[in-house]
């Protein structure tokens, strides 16, 4: 693919009104983003008050599912119409979505209102990088999206907590209907400040590869949490979510061929960069925001912190995350490279996840800490890059396609991420036929329960969890590994430096 192309005008001339629409837009999406985990510690309080224990896991997953099955069309819709109205358009759904889970009179209403909260907060999501894309040159672009991905980590290491405080002190209701505020500020900013880009081509939509590819997609997610739905990943009832998916990926790549504008276009995949950040989203999402899960569960099973006190351990990770992130948008910004910082942060993913898995039992909590803030740092270093890339390879006009596809390779490897090490952390509790004293089904122990045992029995069970862990962590180590591959394959790109222009010389699109 050609990499010259003309000079980028930014979107906005004045510097200050692109901060001030930056802002609103990250405001959208820590909306957006912090709705995938804050519900998880509000999920007892929800099943307390509307029962069906069996159904919970779809309470998260429905989000997955809409939000990631829609973001490849979203980046599409805003090349075609414009990526003003289809953000506008996003925050709306969601923002509905919210009220209607917060007014949910029942289990099955709540699933479907997250659906419907979804399918808004992909939009949100994909959409603000593409709009990252109009507003800043590529180098300025890194220490902006520097921003964009520190809110997404942060607001998955936040939601736990904030969720449990405010169902706690507010009623589980409170937590879809603060996003009502929230959602209809960044509406009014974004709707007043952002111009509006006519796209040169006229739109044409391929609703028949919209609909494969969300049916590729709500496959995989399907796939992932079979062992909830069904009890097996390769249960019959999986084989046939597989085989659906296969078809539906099949038909996809037959039609995107052959229509004028595809929802991905597959000329794409000619430049290799797209191809290997691909492979790169999809393992810095299982070993980021899929680990991310799993490292509460690890600290209140294998130390017996509470679920308070596991959750202000993500401070760490956070911190390490702040740090990287910024620091590497900075060096992008500076240096024009990013494949270094895609095989740094992958490095130190495959070097903290390693370690993990050799921590014995009864390790101090501040080493644990430690090495939490690594893979913070890890997490900062390598998430830059993919949409950096991605954006910089693809013509202008599919800034939108490529960006969605890489965000959903970094949901579709969370999804799956979680759901595998969900399955080996299982696997390893069944496998054991110790009876603990005190502890008549190991599975059903809350941390306030473990709290309660004997020295000798607590002990037990910290030991028996931490063994359960150690195929986890090698796991997300290997799959870092394949991201470092994919890396190591990137080509040293360097991105145009700056046009230094005054704001006069510079007007904003119409």
């Excluded at 294998?302 to 006190?309: I, R, V």
Aim: with cysteine; glycine share 10%.
């Amino acid at each position: 693919m050609d990499m010259t192309r003309p000079a980028h005008v930014p979107l906005v001339a004045s510097h200050r009104q692109r901060l001030a629409i930056f802002c609103f837009l990250l405001t959208a999406l820590f909306m957006a983003t912090l709705d995938n985990q804050i519900v998880s510690t509000a999920l007892p309080t929800i099943i307390g008050e509307f029962g069906e224990l069996e159904r919970f896991g779809w309470v998260g997953s429905a989000y997955l599912l809409a939000s990631s099955a829609s973001m490849p069309i979203y980046g599409k819709l805003g090349d075609l119409f414009g990526r003003k109205y289809v953000m506008l358009a996003a925050i709306v759904v969601f923002t509905v979505g919210s009220l209607t889970c917060g007014l949910a009179w029942s289990m099955d209403s709540l699933i479907a209102s997250r659906v419907l909260q979804g399918l808004g907060g992909g939009g949100i999501m994909v959409s603000i990088f593409s709009i990252n894309a109009d507003l800043f040159e590529p180098r300025e672009r890194a220490k902006y999206q520097s921003y964009s991905s520190l809110v997404i980590m942060a607001s998955g290491s936040l939601g736990p907590l904030l969720g449990g405080t405010m169902s706690e002190l507010f009623g589980w209701r409170s937590i879809f209907l603060i996003n009502l505020p929230v959602g209809i500020v960044a509406l009014t900013g974004i709707s007043l400040l952002l111009p509006y880009r006519r796209p040169i081509r006229k739109p044409k939509i391929d609703y028949l590869g919209a609909l494969l590819l969300a049916g590729t997609v709500a496959s995989i997610v399907v796939w992932a949490d079979s062992v909830t739905l069904f009890g097996s990943l390769v249960a019959w009832q999986s084989m046939i979510v597989v085989a659906a998916g296969a078809a539906c990926a099949i038909l996809w790549i037959f039609v995107e061929g052959r229509v004028p504008e595809p929802i991905v276009p597959l000329k794409l995949f000619r430049d290799s960069t797209f191809s290997l950040f691909l492979i790169v989203s999809f393992c810095t999402g299982s070993v980021a925001i899929g680990m991310a899960n799993y490292f509460a569960l690890f600290l209140q099973t294998t130390t017996g912190l509470s679920p308070t006190a596991a959750s202000f351990c993500f401070v760490a990770t956070t911190v390490g995350i702040v740090i990287g992130s910024i620091s590497t948008g900075r060096l992008i910004s500076m240096t024009g490279r990013y494949k270094p910082f895609t095989l740094i942060g992958l490095s130190m993913n495959v070097v903290a996840l390693f370690i993990f898995s050799q921590l014995p039992v009864g390790t101090p909590v501040p080493v644990i800490l430690g090495f939490m803030l690594m893979q913070g740092l890890a997490i900062g270093f390598g998430q830059q890059a993919p949409i950096i890339g991605v954006q910089n390879s693809a013509p202008r006009e599919d800034v939108g396609a490529a960006t969605g596809a890489v965000t959903l390779m970094r949901m579709a490897g969370a999804s799956i991420a979680i759901s595998i090490y969900g399955a080996i952390v299982a696997a390893g509790i069944r496998g054991v036929g110790t009876s603990i004293p005190g502890v008549a089904d190991i599975g059903s122990l809350t941390p306030t329960m473990m709290l309660a045992l004997p020295e000798a029995s607590r002990i037990a069970v910290h030991t028996l969890y931490t063994h359960a862990f150690i195929p986890v962590f090698l796991t997300g180590s290997v799959m870092a590994v394949i991201g470092l591959i994919a890396g190591f394959l990137l080509k040293p790109v360097r991105l145009p430096p700056a046009v230094v222009r005054t704001e006069s010389s510079s007007k904003p699109a119409t």
